[in-house]
């Protein structure tokens, strides 16, 4: 399979879950720590860690490390790949 379709589907991955869009949702204002992210998501640190390592992939989302604890952020490079991927399947005619 072309490795483009691979990539592109990492993005659908990473879009197609209600957790992951909530905590999409939750990075819209910044910056957070995996600890600040998995309290509201009710999610198990193994939980929220699967659930990032989607949106990591994706490239919608950055993590860095500082000390013991990840720090996530929306990636505007990924979203802007992600919004003209989408825009990319858009008919050449407006649908009637």
């Known amino acids: 399979m072309d490795r483009n379709f691979q990539e ?3 993005v659908f991955r990473a879009l ?3 957790k992951r869009l ?3 949702e939750q990075l819209r204002s910044g910056e ?4 600040v992210l998995q309290e509201p998501m009710e ?3 193994s939980g929220l860690s699967y659930h990032m390592k989607i949106l ?3 490239g919608i989302v950055q993590s860095r490390q500082e000390g013991k604890w990840t720090h996530y952020r929306l990636s505007q490079a990924g979203l802007e790949r992600a919004m003209a991927l989408l825009a990319s399947l858009m008919p050449d005619q407006p649908l009637s």
């Open 56 to 58: 990591c992939e994706s």
């Open 16 to 18: 197609c879950d209600p």
């Open 43 to 45: 999610l198990t640190q």
């Open 8 to 10: 592109n589907a990492k």
């Open 32 to 35: 957070k720590c995996a600890c």
């Open 22 to 24: 909530a905590i999409l």
